[in-house]
């Protein structure tokens, strides 16, 4: 049974930071690739940012060169560095697995909420 458990979310003012963790357990955790993705009020959710097993990550154009994904094989963990926040990043996080890193995220966490004030 595999879990994923966010931690880390909050409100901030804008121009702040947060860093989100996700902690993964029940599956092996090196092979394949996390990645996080958000869900704002009346929006669909979409995609934030992956690290595949590889270490590379990849970043929707909306967090480019303010947010940094990064993981501990050691620890099972995924973490999301949300630095220069915008109120338009307020959202419900989700982190999610991809057991195969082929691009299919299989197994989400149950979210975790983020609130950038203006």
């Known amino acids: 049974q595999v879990q994923l458990v966010e931690s880390g979310g909050g409100l901030v003012q804008a121009g702040g930071s947060l860093r989100l963790s996700c902690a993964a357990s029940?599956?092996?955790?090196?092979?394949?690739?996390m990645g996080w993705f958000r869900q704002a009020p009346g929006k669909e959710r979409e995609f934030v940012a992956n690290?595949?097993?590889?270490?590379?990550?990849y970043y929707s154009n909306s967090v480019k060169g303010r947010f940094t994904i990064s993981r501990d094989n050691a620890k099972n963990t995924v973490y999301l560095q949300m630095n220069s926040l915008k109120p338009e990043d307020t959202a419900l996080y989700y982190c999610?697995?991809?057991?195969?890193?082929?691009?299919?995220?299989?197994?989400w966490g149950q979210g975790i909420q983020v609130n950038v004030s203006a």
């Open positions: 999610a697995l991809d057991p195969t890193d082929n691009g299919r995220f299989d197994y």
């Open positions: 029940g599956r092996t955790f090196s092979a394949g690739a």
């Open positions: 690290i595949w097993s590889s270490g590379i990550p």
